[in-house]
């Protein structure tokens, strides 16, 4: 009964959002107040439908109610109850859901949180984003649905595919939605500052704040994918360039773009029209990553779909939203007036010249991406694009980027002066020369890590130089310093934490390099070296899991005759699905890591085992959470948090406070 | 994770490569053991084309032209730069180069934009003095720098260089503020 209130709540959710796409528009045309109201209680109920209907789901599959194709096709009645819930999003229907879900999450926190902006904006961008809730919700009900019966349950279902019942799963497609779909609300604020033709300041103020959001959840997805990957794929890589990824890439790109120039259309009025474009870009890559995935365009563990009617619904749904915004554009993009003027050396050019390469890395990704796919439907040859296309584009663009960081934070706005910049960080420069010499005389190893850790160490460096100043410029004393800390507005210390986790993340790309593997048959008993350990394969145990017979290679790792840590690594049999997935053994040392990975474990306990010592290689995803961690400090900041301003002065008004 | 291609590939990778020292590369192991396990049992009665071409003292060149002859392009995974994939290899450059080209033209605008709209009364007769303080009065008619309209912004571009421009701009900025 549930599942079809579940169902009948989507078909609720779908007409809502019909309604709530045209009234808004039409209030805000004619200024009716009362139908540009209805906006906002629209989005909260649209978002309690989607909710509840993601609830039944859930529910269906926690109690395995196998009448549902769904959960016959995806759960198993002994899948821990962990992987019940997150199996639900863990499928081509299910992750649908959890799309729509986030999007009608994104349109209730704009109706509960910016009471204060301008009502027809706010209106507008409900309204826009009722057009993609409507959209996605038309898909799912006609080509996905998630509660499709059947005539006959059976007694047992399939399970769910053993490479997604890892805690991974749990964590990385929400966080990934939430950026990826969170971008829809910058589309929406785009598209609805078009529709008024409002372009100004007060875009920029209420759309900094959401594509924050966005970008700090993108950033945590895909990290977690990318550790989820390290670990579970069982050969130690975390970045394959798959196409995939490179879905996840391109909107990061775009929003780590769109961060830096609303700061300049905030600030300096200037870059309006960039803005916009970048606004509506950084979703329609989310789409066309949403189609990637979900279409069945490419075969890979997450395109489920394989139905054509699925793919060509959404890349209906990509081009009229993608088409008809920019035909918006191209039709009220002439009109803007020109904004704020800057000499090219300033912040301002700074950031555009951080747009022009960010831009330019987006589009060599999607090219890679997407050519061999154009290739074959054009002339039906056949092409790869593989990872050392994307090393010798990709990199050659970002390395010109780092150098440029921690320029563009010292730059002032309107007016600069290179030199004096660089006098500011020729400590960090001449740091990270001798961090590099010492590097190359301890450690040797290949030029490119060497090079790479010299570039991350000044991006490190450089990033603090700004705050450095500000805080211990001129007499150091700790009361002085933590008054002048105090006085700071935290989105300083938000972009140096950020560019500064970006170096963090190169320097533990770099240290690749210094890595050590070894491929090799062990037998219990047996010694290996690695790197600075030793590993000593005891025996192989075999366990059982909830739904899963493993066999576990235990390992002891010593380091200089004492024992560091023990290790399991193992090969799982999952039998409802007669699939294996090998389960590596990882122990974080310091920031480096030991792993392994075992497979063919012969009757005699003899197994293939693959070995690494990753030196440094936990700060690839620690200069992640580093990132994230800065975005959270900005979007703690005063000034992103929209509307207080606002509200004090309103407030203060009817009384003005007496000097003092 | 892998695509299917990219996985029948590597498995391809693996058939031509099962003796050397280094044959089977981390990030050629596929993420299914079992499948592993059969890609493995293959190879293992394949010849191993890349072996028998570097034992035979081929160079790098030779071996992957002769790999390109058998399987075609679809074998590399770096494609070659040919009439197929120009646009690939060359889309950076040429995205650089657009990106680089709209923001040139948009900085013009704005600056003949600026100078023609935002310039007071004052500004103009500090842009005047300015001007005549660079000498540029004698070979510039007074009648073409009367600072309205475009027309004659553009005369007045023509005959300054961008750097002069530059500094007036910045000149009548730092008056604004101050």
């Known amino acids: 009964m549930i599942v079809e209130t579940g169902h009948y709540a989507l078909v609720l959710a779908l007409a809502l959002a019909l309604a709530n796409s045209i009234l808004p528009v039409w209030g805000s045309t004619t200024a009716d107040r009362r139908l540009m109201a209805v906006a906002p209680p629209a989005a909260l109920t649209g978002f309690c439908l989607v909710a509840y209907a993601y609830v039944a789901l859930t529910v269906a599959h926690v109690v395995s109610d196998f009448s549902l194709v769904n959960v016959v096709e995806n759960s198993h009645s002994a899948k821990p109850l962990i992987y019940k819930i997150t199996g639900v999003w863990g499928n081509h229907e299910g992750s649908m859901l959890l799309w729509v879900l986030v ?27 009722s057009w993609i809730a409507a959209a996605f919700l038309l898909f799912i009900l006609l080509t996905s649905n998630p509660f499709a019966r059947l005539a006959e349950a059976p007694a047992e279902g399939n399970d769910l595919n053993p490479l997604l019942q890892d805690p991974g799963l749990a964590i990385h497609p929400p966080l990934l939605y939430l950026g990826y779909v969170g971008l829809s609300i910058t589309y929406s604020f785009a598209a609805a500052a078009l529709i008024s033709g409002r372009i100004d300041t007060v875009f920029a103020r209420f759309v900094r704040p959401w594509t924050l959001i966005a970008w700090i959840s993108l950033t945590l997805g895909i990290a977690m994918g990318s550790y989820w990957a390290y670990y579970t794929l069982g050969w130690g890589g975390f970045w394959f360039w798959d196409p995939v990824e490179n879905a996840s890439l391109m909107p990061w790109l775009a929003a780590t773009a769109l961060l830096h120039c609303t700061a300049v259309m905030e600030k300096r009025e200037a870059l309006k029209i960039w803005t916009i474009f970048l606004a509506i870009l950084a979703f329609s890559l989310s789409l066309v990553g949403t189609f990637l995935v979900r279409s069945g365009v490419l075969t890979s563990v997450h395109s489920f779909a394989s ?18 915004s920019f035909a918006l554009f191209a039709l009220r993009a002439g009109g803007l007036k020109q904004g704020g003027l800057f000499a090219p050396v300033s912040r301002e050019g700074a950031i555009v010249l951080n747009n022009l390469i960010l831009t330019t890395c987006c589009a060599t990704v999607f090219t890679g991406t997407l050519y061999p796919l154009a290739l074959e439907a054009v002339t039906g040859e056949k092409l790869s694009v593989g990872a050392p296309f994307f090393n010798l584009t990709f990199v050659p663009l970002f390395i010109p980027l780092f150098i440029l960081m921690p320029f563009g934070q010292l730059l002032p706005w309107k007016r600069g002066d290179v030199l004096g910049v660089a006098q500011r960080l020729a400590a960090a420069f001449g740091a990270a020369l001798i961090f590099m010499a010492v590097l190359a005389a301890w450690r040797g190893g290949p030029a490119v890590s060497v090079i790479l850790s010299g570039v991350a160490f000044y991006v490190i460096a450089g990033s603090f130089v700004d705050l450095g100043r500000r805080l211990f410029g001129g007499g150091i004393s700790a009361g002085i310093v933590s008054q002048r800390a105090r006085g700071l507005p935290r989105h300083t210390f938000g972009t140096a934490f950020a560019h500064a986790g970006l170096g963090v993340t190169l320097l533990g790309l770099a240290a690749t390099g210094w890595g050590v593997e070894k ?52 090969t799982r049999f999952y039998p409802a699905r007669g699939m294996n997935r090998s389960e590596a053994g990882i122990a974080t040392l310091g920031l480096g890591q030991v792993y392994m990975s075992i497979a063919d474990v012969a009757p005699n306990g003899v197994v293939n085992a693959r070995i690494y010592w990753k030196p440094l290689v936990a700060l690839i995803w620690i200069g992640a959470l580093i990132m994230a961690f800065g975005g959270c400090l900005s979007l703690s900041d005063r000034s992103f948090r929209v509307g207080i301003a606002r509200r004090a002065r309103k407030a203060q008004a009817p009384s003005p406070q007496p000097a003092e | 994770m892998m695509m299917a291609a990219r996985g029948i590939f590597l498995a391809c990778l ?73 646009l690939l290899w060359g889309a950076p450059f040429l995205v650089l180069l657009a990106g680089g080209c709209i923001i040139l033209i948009a900085r013009r605008r704005q600056q003949s934009f600026a100078l023609a709209n935002f310039l007071s009364e004052a500004e103009r007769a500090k842009l005047d003095s300015l001007l005549a303080r660079m000498d540029l009065e004698a070979a510039a008619p007074a009648a073409n ?23 007036f701009e910045m000149e009548i900025l730092h008056d604004r503020k101050t």
């Open chain 1, 519 to 570: 491929i090799t048959a062990l037998k219990p008993g047996d010694r290996v070296e690695i790197g600075p350990y030793e590993l000593s394969f005891e025996s192989v145990v075999p366990r059982n899991g909830p739904n899963y017979s493993e066999l576990v290679g235990r390992t002891v790792i010593r380091a200089k005759g004492a024992v560091a840590t023990t290790i399991e690594p193992a």
């Open chain 1, 307 to 324: 139905d054509p009617m699925r793919g060509v619904f959404i890349l209906l749904i990509l081009v009229i939203f993608i088409g008809g």
């Open chain 1, 103 to 129: 999007l009608s999450l994104f349109a209730a926190a704009v109706a509960l949180f910016s009471r204060s902006m301008p009502e027809d904006l706010r209106a507008n961008v409900l309204a826009v984003q």
């Open chain 2, 14 to 86: 693996l058939f031509l490569a099962p003796f050397t020292a280094r044959a089977v590369q981390p990030d050629e192991i596929m993420a299914d053991p079992r499948l592993e396990a059969r890609a493995r049992a293959l190879s293992a009665e394949l010849r191993c084309m890349v072996c028998e071409r570097l034992q035979a003292g081929d160079s790098d060149d030779q071996i992957r032209a002769f790999l390109v002859r058998r399987y075609g392009d679809f074998i590399l995974l770096r494609p070659p730069f040919t009439l197929e994939t120009w």
């Open chain 2, 145 to 167: 720098l009367c600072w309205k309209g475009s027309d004659s912004v553009r005369a007045f571009r023509l005959r300054l260089s961008k750097h002069e421009i530059h500094l």
